[in-house]
């Protein structure tokens, strides 16, 4: 694997088709899924590093976002990348640049309602990022539902000719979704995370027992989560986060905080294969 920081030596350094997975480093298990998944196929696999202040508001946490390049280096290197790009800002936002991708509606919506600007902050350095890198293909966690449903929709509106694929959440043994945050969390805040999961396991497994009343759902999956700041619980349809039927792909998704660290999750609920634990409670999402 080489470490590059311009754009250049990417289309140099590359041959054949580019699968590219942005990151915005502190890479860990959930990271090298989607690279393991990248080198799977053929081609350059690019994995760039790159914490991009414009899809942080005032006040979160930007400045104390966990980075070590090497480290990084090492994990991609180790799960099959080709390229680490870690371009510098000057590089991602040269003198002049002015343009914003707005992905419409859903950036106000779930997680957009408390983190104005966040989405077209992601959409449009995604967007850059594929104009700098010039992947076929690029390879998002579903950890982060709505940026993957963002993501979809900007690369479909725009025909950048990109082919975005969704992987899936890897977890730590106790189900706590591995995250770059979860470093900010205390031992006891660590333990009280395991709510967000457990309250998903829980709409997960009323769900598999034939529950389909989605406000019900929502109410067995609330019960876990006493105590914790609750951004939002909701249900959804999985495709475009529209409202759910009980005939459709779902997904339960929920953002709270623990202490000052904000977490989010979600599962995907298949009428027709619902799952009964968390660990294969995760059906394919739709493309
Ligand atoms: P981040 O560096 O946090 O912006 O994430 C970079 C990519 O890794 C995004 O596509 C995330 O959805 C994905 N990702 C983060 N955490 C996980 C996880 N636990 N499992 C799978 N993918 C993840």
Same mark, same amino acid.
């Given at each position: 694997? #080489?470490?590059?920081?311009?754009?250049?030596?990417? +289309?140099?350094?590359?041959?054949?088709?580019?699968?590219?997975?942005?990151?915005?480093?502190?890479?860990? +298990?959930?990271?090298?899924?989607?690279?393991?998944?990248?080198?799977?196929?053929?081609?350059?696999?690019?994995?760039?590093?790159?914490?991009?202040?414009?899809?942080?508001?005032?006040?979160?946490?930007?400045?104390?976002?966990?980075?070590?390049?090497?480290?990084?280096?090492?994990?991609?290197?180790?799960?099959?990348?080709?390229?680490?790009?870690?371009?510098?800002?000057?590089?991602?936002?040269?003198?002049?640049?002015?343009?914003?991708?707005?992905?419409?509606?859903? %950036?106000?919506?779930?997680?957009? &309602?408390?983190? =104005?600007?966040?989405?077209?902050?992601?959409? *449009?350095?995604?967007?850059?990022?594929?104009?700098?890198?010039?992947?076929?293909?690029? #390879?998002?966690? &579903?950890?982060?539902?709505?940026?993957?449903?963002?993501?979809?929709? *900007?690369?479909?509106?725009?025909?950048?000719?990109?082919?975005?694929?969704?992987?899936?959440?890897?977890?730590?043994?106790?189900?706590?979704?591995?995250?770059?945050?979860?470093?900010?969390?205390?031992?006891?805040?660590?333990?009280?995370?395991?709510?967000?999961?457990?309250?998903?396991?829980?709409?997960?497994? +009323?769900?598999?027992?034939?529950?389909?009343?989605?406000?019900?759902?929502?109410?067995?999956?609330?019960?876990?989560?006493?105590?914790? +700041?609750?951004?939002?619980?909701?249900?959804?349809?999985?495709?475009?986060?529209?409202?759910?039927? =009980?005939?459709?792909?779902?997904?339960?998704?929920?953002?709270?905080?623990?202490?000052?660290?904000?977490?989010?999750?979600? #599962?995907?609920?298949?009428? %027709?294969?619902?799952?009964?634990?968390?660990?294969?409670?995760?059906?394919?999402?739709?493309?």
């Amino acid at each position: 694997m #080489i470490i590059v920081h311009e754009p250049a030596e990417v +289309a140099r350094a590359a041959t054949g088709p580019i699968t590219f997975v942005p990151t915005m480093g502190a890479l860990h +298990a959930g990271h090298a899924s989607l690279v393991s998944l990248a080198a799977a196929g053929s081609g350059t696999v690019v994995v760039s590093v790159f914490v991009n202040p414009s899809q942080f508001g005032p006040g979160e946490d930007f400045g104390r976002y966990p980075r070590d390049l090497a480290a990084d280096a090492r994990l991609a290197e180790r799960a099959g990348a080709d390229i680490l790009f870690a371009p510098t800002v000057e590089t991602v936002y040269p003198v002049g640049f002015a343009t914003t991708v707005d992905p419409g509606p859903i %950036a106000m919506d779930l997680c957009g &309602r408390t983190r =104005p600007g966040h989405f077209a902050g992601v959409a *449009t350095v995604v967007t850059r990022l594929y104009g700098l890198v010039q992947p076929q293909r690029a #390879i998002f966690g &579903r950890k982060d539902y709505q940026q993957l449903v963002v993501l979809r929709q *900007t690369a479909v509106d725009l025909a950048l000719g990109v082919d975005v694929v969704g992987a899936p959440t890897v977890r730590d043994a106790d189900g706590l979704a591995l995250s770059s945050r979860n470093a900010f969390l205390s031992s006891d805040e660590r333990s009280r995370a395991l709510a967000l999961p457990a309250c998903l396991a829980a709409i997960a497994a +009323a769900h598999h027992a034939g529950e389909r009343d989605g406000t019900h759902l929502e109410a067995v999956g609330r019960e876990h989560l006493a105590g914790l +700041a609750v951004e939002y619980l909701e249900l959804r349809a999985a495709d475009r986060l529209g409202p759910w039927t =009980p005939d459709r792909l779902g997904v339960a998704l929920v953002a709270a905080r623990v202490g000052t660290t904000r977490l989010i999750d979600n #599962i995907l609920l298949d009428p %027709a294969q619902p799952g009964s634990a968390l660990a294969s409670a995760f059906p394919k999402e739709p493309s």
